[in-house]
Every structure is written in C-alpha cells, then in structure tokens.
C-alpha cells in the first residue's frame, strides 16, 4: 500500500482514477496487470483493503484533497527530527 507522504507515491498513484482504484479496491488495475507489480502485491504481509463498501458520496473528492494537501504541507526533510550524539 502506498504510503500517502512517501517519495514513491507518484509512480504509485500516476492519475486521480488510480487514487480512486487504490481507495475503492485496495489497488488500482495499472499494478494488477504488471506481472512484477502483481507478484510484489502478493507476496505483501500488509496490503491495504478496499473501501468501496464503506464510502459516502463526496468521501473520495475529500479523501483526495486531504492527500493533496498532506502533500503539499510535509516537512522538508531533515526539519523535526531529532539526531543523537
């Protein structure tokens, strides 16, 4: 499952219908026809479900502006984090 603030979530999530496929399916279609993509999703020990069933209208536009915005806002790296001696 792609984490959301990763630096691999462009080549993970390439369009908005991916977003959706990733958040409605647990996968978007484009990773489940690459035979390599395919192997690596199902050798995962944590594959993140498909939330379809769950959704509200509306739920998917806010969930995508939520990530857009996580995105935009996330520290650059090295600032807030802590090194020891």
Same mark, same amino acid.
């Given at each position: %499952?792609?984490?959301? *603030? ?6 993970? !999530? ?8 990733? !958040?409605? /399916?647990? !996968? ?6 690459? &035979? @390599?993509?395919?192997?690596? $999703?199902? /050798? +995962?020990? @944590? /594959? %993140? &479900?498909?939330?379809?069933?769950? @959704?509200?209208?509306? *739920?998917?536009?806010?969930?995508? +502006?939520? !990530?857009?915005? $996580? /995105?935009?806002?996330? @520290? ?5 984090? #802590?090194? #020891?001696?």
């Amino acid at each position: %499952m792609p984490s959301w *603030d990763g630096s691999d979530f462009p080549e993970l !999530v390439k369009s908005r219908a991916e977003f959706e496929e990733w !958040v409605e /399916r647990g !996968v978007p279609r484009r990773l489940e026809r690459n &035979p @390599l993509a395919r192997e690596f $999703l199902r /050798r +995962a020990s @944590l /594959r %993140m &479900p498909g939330y379809e069933k769950h @959704l509200e209208p509306g *739920d998917l536009e806010a969930l995508r +502006a939520y !990530v857009e915005w $996580l /995105r935009r806002e996330r @520290l650059p790296e090295g600032v807030g984090t #802590t090194t #020891t001696p």
